[in-house]
């Protein structure tokens, strides 16, 4: 799918993000505080309620194409009236909900009532999206899966930054997997986005199965951390006091010029967060959009440039932030999308002051220096 444009308003808050369109590649830059985070963030909140939680008092509206390249709108209000579920946290009721399809009202949701393809529902959840509660209707259904299809990486996303986590699943997934795979090896990439395998878990059946896509990777990887020779993902089986089920745990091991083994809690962040962003690039869904907050966070000079420069090049939709001179130096202006604020109002815009330059050096310097950067 490709996000073409979101609006959001946090009523608790005051915070507006104004209509903000995307294109395939996206660098949102903007002095600190300007709302680049507050962004992503809200993108998030939207796949919050595309999960079925209740997000009280927001107001959102996305527009994208989904993997069947269908002309996609979804908007709805949630009441500022906040009540609490039974775990104590904040809900409260979605009064309108609105769904297109190139063109074409599917759901028109309000408090009287609600309209879907045509026909009157009768009274459903009141807390959650239609979005979610018809998420196995044929109609919906693909829809739903472009949405949830949706990669973010924030600062603290343990599956793609904490080395200490790890995957936990029981040994018949992994049979069940395996079977699959050994029926078909040449639709591995399609098995695993079916059963919606992180990227750890790529890495493992790719190394186990693909030997071909995994020199690839390794390949990409090692030219970016020359004194990596292998990467050794295996499987320990455990079991727990809480349970008296057989668990496994996926860990990821580097093996060393030197010889050295470096287990996975001793990988440096850096190297962790460049091999799980690989593994969304070269085994993930090409369809999904990767939402990277902070893409210089963890990563270093050595391997920040080579990440950005495969992020570029992906197939898939990239939306990054950054202030890193790097990065913003080595992306061409025509992906800036300058991000400011004015109080509690976000806005965004292409960087017209230096896109048309012919100065194809200090691309840093050009946009902090240029006015619409400075806010002017």
Not at 43 to 52: E, F, K, R, Y
Not at 63 to 68: E, I, R, W
Not at 249 to 268: D, F, P, T, W
Not at 283 to 296: A, L, Q, T, Y
Request: proline letters at 3%; charged letters at 30%; one cysteine or more.
């Amino acid at each position: 799918m490709i996000i073409q444009e979101i609006y959001y308003f946090d009523a608790r808050r005051k915070i507006e993000i104004k209509e903000m369109k995307f294109d395939k590649f996206n660098a949102l830059v903007g002095v600190s505080g300007a709302g680049k985070t507050t962004i992503i963030r809200a993108i998030d909140a939207i796949l919050n309620i595309v999960s079925g939680n209740s997000e009280p008092a927001d107001n959102w509206k996305i527009s994208f194409l989904d993997d069947d390249n269908n002309e996609i709108v979804w908007e709805g209000i949630y009441s500022k009236n906040i009540e609490f579920d039974d775990k104590g946290d904040d809900i409260s009721e979605l009064t309108a909900e609105s769904l297109f399809k190139n063109g074409e009202e599917i759901i028109n949701r309000r408090k009287s009532s609600t309209i879907y393809n045509g026909e009157k529902l009768p009274v459903i959840d009141k807390y959650k999206s239609l979005m979610y509660v018809l998420r196995d209707d044929p109609l919906i259904a693909p829809i739903y899966k472009s949405l949830k299809s949706i990669i973010i990486i924030l600062n603290n996303s343990t599956g793609h930054s904490h080395t200490g986590a790890t995957a936990i699943f029981n040994p018949k997934s992994i049979e069940n997997t395996k079977k699959r795979i050994n029926s078909n090896k040449e639709d591995i990439l399609k098995i695993l986005n079916e059963e919606k395998a992180n990227c750890r878990k790529r890495i493992f059946y790719i190394h186990k199965y693909r030997s071909d896509m995994f020199d690839e990777f390794l390949f990409t990887y090692t030219n970016i951390f020359p004194d990596v020779v292998n990467i050794i993902p295996e499987i320990k089986r455990s079991r727990s006091n809480k349970s008296p089920r057989d668990t496994s745990a996926l860990y990821i091991k580097l093996k060393m010029k030197s010889g050295a083994i470096v287990e996975q809690s001793e990988i440096s962040s850096g190297m962790f967060k460049t091999m799980m962003i690989l593994s969304e690039l070269m085994f993930g869904n090409k369809k999904s959009p990767i939402i990277i907050d902070e893409i210089e966070n963890s990563l270093g000079i050595n391997c920040l440039s080579e990440i950005a420069a495969e992020l570029k090049s992906s197939e898939n939709q990239i939306i990054i932030t950054t202030h890193h001179p790097q990065v913003i130096e080595g992306t061409d202006p025509k992906f800036y999308r300058i991000i400011k604020r004015d109080g509690g109002v976000i806005t965004s815009d292409p960087a017209e002051e230096i896109k048309g330059s012919s100065s194809h050096h200090d691309r840093f310097i050009q946009l902090i220096n240029s006015s619409q950067y400075k806010g002017f």
